[in-house]
C-alpha cells in the first residue's frame, strides 16, 4: 500500500497535470516527460553517450520505487497506441535479450523500455491471438528470454457462414473446439479432425440436423338436416352441436447447412368432426277425417251357389297393421268381410265365399297383394281367427 501511494505521487510530480491544463493541451501537442532508466551497468559505473538529463526532482525517489513506476506507466493509458504519450521513458544503455518466435531464436540489443516495444522495434509484430511471454507491458530486463507464438489464420466456414479465425491449435478438431464448433454424429468436416492446420487454409463444416415437424389442419364439420314430425312445422331446433375435427401430419425432415433436402411423412392422424343436426319441424295439426263408409251388404244365400272355385293363399289383416289410412281401396273402413285382392285376378267388386272365414267382397288391394294372394281384413275389435294357409274360395 505504501509502494502504491509512494508511486502515485511519483506519477503526479512526474506529470503535474491539472484539469485546466487539460483542457489547454487538448488542441495543442500534449507535454512529455522523460524518464531515464539506468542500467544495471550504469548504475556501477557511469552512463553512456545516449543517456539523457532525469527530469527535475528524479533524484528525489529511489530506484526501485522509479522502476514500479515505470512499470505502471507502460501499462496505463499514457502509454496507449491510439494516444499521444505523456510518459516517455528511456534506459542509459541498450540491454540485449534474447527472442525465441515460433521456433526460431535471434539475440537483439534494445534502448526499449518494455518488451512490447522492444519486439516493435525489431520488426516482431504482434496480432490478437498471438501469445508473448513475458507479457508486452512487462519491463524488458537484461538478457531476458521472450516467447513469441504467432497464432495461424485460418478461414472457417459452418453451415456457409464464413469466419476469420487465428488459432494456436495444431490440427482441425482444435480449431473447431476454440471456435465453439460442436460436432453431432452425422455432421462432416473437410479437411478432417485430425489434419493438420497451415495457414490460411478453408475449413468447412456441414452440419447435418434430422429434426421432426408436426402440422395440423382443421377438419370442419357439417350441418345435417333432419325432418321431425314432432316438431312444429318449420320450426329448426339445433339437436347437436358441430365441432371441428383436425387433421395432424407428423415429418421427419433432415436439413443441410439449415436448408431442407427432403421430408419424410411419418405418421398422420384424423379426429373426425362432430357434425352439427338441425331438425326442422313437419308437423301439421290434421283436419278431422270423415267416417268411412260401412262396411257393404253381403247376401248370405242358405246355400252358396259357386259361379267358380279358386286355390288362393289367404293372409289377414286390420288397419293398424296395414300402416294405412285405415280407408280402403274403394273409400270402406277395414272390416271383417273386406278381402284385398290382385284385381288383374279377381275384380273389385267379385263376392266370394272363403271356408273358415265366411262371404266377403272382393273391396281393397295391397302392395303384396299379387297374383292368387287374398288379405283377410278385421275390425280391430273383431276376433283374429284366421290362419294363414292356402285355401279352395267359392266365387259366387
Known amino acids: 500500500m505504501a509502494l502504491a501511494l509512494a508511486t502515485s505521487s511519483l ?21 512529455s516527460a522523460v524518464m531515464n532508466l539506468p542500467s544495471r551497468a550504469g548504475a556501477e559505473g557511469g552512463t553512456t553517450a545516449e543517456s539523457v538529463r532525469p527530469p527535475l ?33 528511456t534506459r542509459e544503455r541498450a540491454v540485449s535479450f534474447t527472442v525465441h518466435e515460433d521456433g526460431y531464436s535471434a539475440t537483439y540489443s534494445s534502448m526499449q523500455t518494455t518488451v512490447g516495444q522492444a519486439l516493435a522495434s525489431e520488426g ?21 528470454h521472450v516467447y513469441v507464438s504467432h497464432a495461424v489464420p485460418v478461414n472457417l466456414v459452418v453451415a456457409g457462414e464464413v469466419q476469420k479465425v487465428r488459432t494456436h491449435g495444431r490440427t482441425v478438431g482444435d480449431v473447431l473446439a476454440q471456435a465453439g464448433v460442436s460436432l453431432q454424429s452425422e455432421d462432416y468436416v473437410a479437411p478432417s479432425a485430425s489434419s493438420s492446420v497451415r495457414a490460411d487454409m478453408a475449413i468447412s463444416v456441414t452440419t447435418v440436423r434430422d429434426m421432426t415437424e408436426v402440422s395440423e389442419e382443421p377438419v370442419e364439420y357439417a350441418s345435417i338436416i333432419r325432418y321431425d314430425a314432432e316438431i312444429a312445422n318449420g320450426q329448426r331446433v339445433v339437436t347437436q352441436w358441430g365441432e371441428n375435427g383436425s387433421y395432424r401430419k407428423e415429418y421427419r425432415v433432415r436439413l443441410i447447412n439449415g436448408r431442407e433436402i427432403w421430408r419424410e411423412l411419418v405418421n398422420e392422424e384424423i379426429v373426425p368432426p362432430t357434425d352439427e343436426v338441425v331438425s326442422v319441424g313437419t308437423h301439421v295439426n290434421p283436419a278431422a277425417a270423415p267416417a268411412p263408409a260401412p262396411a257393404p251388404a253381403v247376401d248370405v244365400p242358405a246355400q252358396p251357389g259357386c259361379s267358380g272355385s279358386m286355390h288362393v293363399y289367404a293372409t289377414w289383416y286390420t288397419a293398424a297393421s296395414a300402416a294405412g289410412s285405415g280407408v280402403t281401396k274403394t273409400g270402406t273402413g277395414v272390416y271383417r268381410g273386406i278381402v284385398a285382392v290382385d284385381p288383374r285376378v279377381i275384380p273389385l267388386g267379385t263376392r266370394m265365399y272363403i271356408p273358415g272365414y265366411g262371404y266377403g267382397i272382393a273391396a281393397d288391394t295391397g302392395g303384396d297383394i299379387v297374383g292368387n294372394h287374398i288379405d283377410l281384413g278385421y275390425a280391430a275389435d273383431d276376433l283374429k281367427d284366421w290362419r294363414t294357409r292356402w285355401v279352395d274360395i267359392c266365387i259366387l
Not at 67 to 75: C, D, E, I, N, V
Not at 77 to 87: D, E, K
Not at 124 to 144: K, M, R, T
Open 11 to 31: 506519477i503526479a510530480v512526474i506529470i503535474p497535470i491539472t484539469r485546466t491544463q487539460a483542457k489547454q493541451h487538448a488542441s495543442a501537442q500534449p507535454a
Open 57 to 89: 526532482g528524479s533524484g528525489l525517489f529511489p530506484q526501485p520505487l522509479l522502476s514500479a513506476a515505470a512499470r505502471l506507466a507502460a501499462g496505463s493509458p499514457f502509454a496507449s497506441p491510439g494516444t499521444q504519450p505523456a510518459l516517455i521513458m
Open 124 to 144: 516482431v509484430h504482434i496480432q490478437d491471438g498471438d501469445f508473448v511471454s513475458p507479457a508486452g507491458n512487462e519491463i524488458l530486463s537484461p538478457g531476458a
